[in-house]
């Protein structure tokens, strides 16, 4: 096993470029699309992972367009699903490593269409949409009319092009058994191939993916492959426009595990902070920012395009702003409250004493005026988690809720200042809310490694919920030793992978699922730790 990094100091190989760990506009209107209750049928179904596709008859009396080339390089994708509705994406790139993915000028009409076989014998809802030029000819489709707790399958048509098959499924009602779910984070190309999506494609056992953020990343091109063959490098420097940042997702979305992941399953996407630049907060960034110029430019650059190549419920961005915090119920069972905790943060405190946004403890901290959440998140947070009623409350924060104490020697302990610790009036707040709801869990992401901890005594409070922490897709891991200083860590490694979640209505149970070698993309993937915890006690068990 490679020496373990730490998550301060991510050196990057011969350039001698020094990366930070894992962290994360538009027009007014969305595009419309028109729903029938029933669709003509293509007379091919192509293969749900791979992005080639078949003509197709016309199902209108005008001529098809006939594309020279395939038009569904990207996949297809579902997202945000509700218990009668879900979010069909995809976008049309005919060559996806050139702006405007080769699609010209003209909008371009698409259909799609919805069944409950793959084979579309039996088509449930139907309908049309524009791929808008000015979005990149990417489509969201809220398709409607659907049953809860359903498994269906879609796909769209452009033209004389079909796309892949993809699968998904709606949210249940009523008192669900279970609910089985993966927690994804931080997946660099660069550092690693995407073994992980390829272990939960291939999986018929979950019902959703709740991807915590780092779709992409802005650092400049890099190789780190052991064959030195840069085969997984960028293939432009760091993003800095709208057309440098949509090359970033179209080559990340180019990956066939990941295309396949998305194919498979419904996804819940949040971003951190590479989605811009490092540790970047409401006003600023973090200290290392590869692209440089007006930060507030490029974030209405790169919003945009986070929300083109995404399967959300969301309308596009409005003068460089896009709430992404929202919540997702699963019956009675779970209600889970997605945080955005980069766009609104005041800047991380204690900056002339700290370095790589890790320092010692100042008087800045416990400021209660300052802010995570921004004013209106925290309130949206504080109310939602007041009327909470489900046997589970999840708190999905995009960064380390529970607190560490990070420091690699000395007495004197150091915080990531640009998470939690670095807000703790504001923690406490949350705290606050979540201790009286109903078995509270909080699940997280960004740190590049696996993590299960008890929340409440890492900030001085009695136990009140453990703590999840999906390790890393692929990004480079931080595997140095922290426990000694941190007695309310269970679990740790630094590794790569993902976590599974299966909530129920008597327990909650966390798996850590680890790919043996992250370059290799057929990596065998194992579970390394499992914790579980029971209704009305916060303590967790490990199996």
């Not at 945000?80 to 995809?90: G, H, K, Q, S």
């Not at 945009?304 to 919540?327: C, I, K, N, T």
């Not at 005041?346 to 005026?369: I, N």
Request: glycine letters at 8%; charged letters at 25%.
């Amino acid at each position: 096993m490679a020496e373990p990094i730490t998550r301060r100091l991510f050196l990057a190989g011969a350039s001698g470029v020094v990366l930070a760990a894992c962290g994360t506009g538009g027009d007014d209107a969305a595009p419309t699309e028109s729903s029938t209750t029933s669709a003509p049928t293509p007379t091919t179904t192509p293969d749900t992972t791979s992005p080639t596709s078949t003509p197709v008859t016309p199902t209108t009396t005008e001529p098809a367009i006939v594309f020279a080339r395939e038009v569904f390089t990207l996949g297809v994708a579902s997202g945000d699903p509700l218990t009668d509705r879900v979010i069909l994406w995809t976008r049309l790139a005919m060559d996806p490593g050139v702006a405007g993915g080769a699609m010209g000028s003209d909008d371009v009409d698409v259909e799609w269409e919805v069944a409950v076989d793959d084979r579309f014998d039996e088509v449930v809802v139907a309908g049309s949409t524009v791929a808008e030029e000015r979005f990149a000819h990417s489509v969201h489709v809220d398709a409607t009319g659907l049953e809860a707790g359903r498994e269906y399958f879609f796909r769209f048509r452009a033209g004389d092009r079909t796309s892949p098959v993809g699968r998904t499924r709606t949210l249940p009602s009523g008192t669900p058994e279970q609910f089985r779910f993966v927690v994804t984070t931080c997946q660099d190309p660069q550092t690693g191939e995407y073994g992980a999506w390829r272990d939960i494609a291939a999986r018929d056992d979950i019902a959703a993916v709740l991807f915590t953020g780092d779709y992409i990343y802005e650092t400049p091109p890099l190789d780190f492959s052991p064959a030195a063959d840069g085969h997984r490098m960028w293939a432009t420097p760091a993003p800095s426009d709208l057309e440098t940042f949509r090359l970033r997702y179209s080559q990340v979305k180019l990956d066939e595990s990941l295309q396949a992941a998305h194919a498979r399953l419904a996804w819940f996407v949040m971003w951190d902070d590479h989605e811009i630049t490092d540790n970047y907060w409401s006003g600023g960034g973090g200290i290392f920012d590869f692209a440089g110029g007006d930060l507030a430019t490029r974030r209405t650059a790169a919003y945009q395009a986070w929300w083109e190549h995404q399967p959300v419920r969301l309308d596009p961005p409005v003068d460089g702003f896009l709430e992404v915090y929202r919540s997702a119920r699963v019956g009675d069972l779970v209600e889970f409250f997605m945080l955005d905790t980069r766009q609104f943060a005041d800047e991380p405190p204690c900056r002339d004493t700290s370095r790589f946004d890790l320092g010692a403890d100042c008087g800045e901290r416990d400021d209660p005026d300052r802010t995570l959440l921004g004013a209106g998140q925290e309130t949206w947070l504080l109310e939602g988690l007041g009327a909470a009623d489900t046997t589970w409350t999840a708190l999905v924060s995009p960064v380390m809720f529970a607190g560490l104490d990070a420091r690699s020697s000395g007495d004197v302990p150091e915080y990531y200042l640009e998470g939690w610790d670095g807000y703790t009036a504001a923690r406490a707040r949350v705290a606050e809310a979540l201790a009286a709801t109903s078995n509270p869990v909080v699940v997280s992401g960004d740190y590049h490694a696996s993590f299960a901890l008890d929340v409440g005594p890492g900030f001085g409070r009695e136990l009140l919920a453990p703590e999840f922490m999906s390790t890393a897709i692929s990004s480079a891991p931080f595997g140095a030793e922290i426990r000694p200083n941190n007695p309310h860590v269970r679990h740790f490694a630094g590794d790569n992978g993902y976590l599974l979640c299966e909530v129920g209505v008597e327990s909650w149970t966390a798996e850590y699922r680890t790919v043996a070698d992250v370059w290799d993309p057929k990596s065998p993937v194992e579970t390394t730790a499992r914790f579980v915890v029971d209704v009305g006690n916060p303590e967790m068990r490990r199996l």
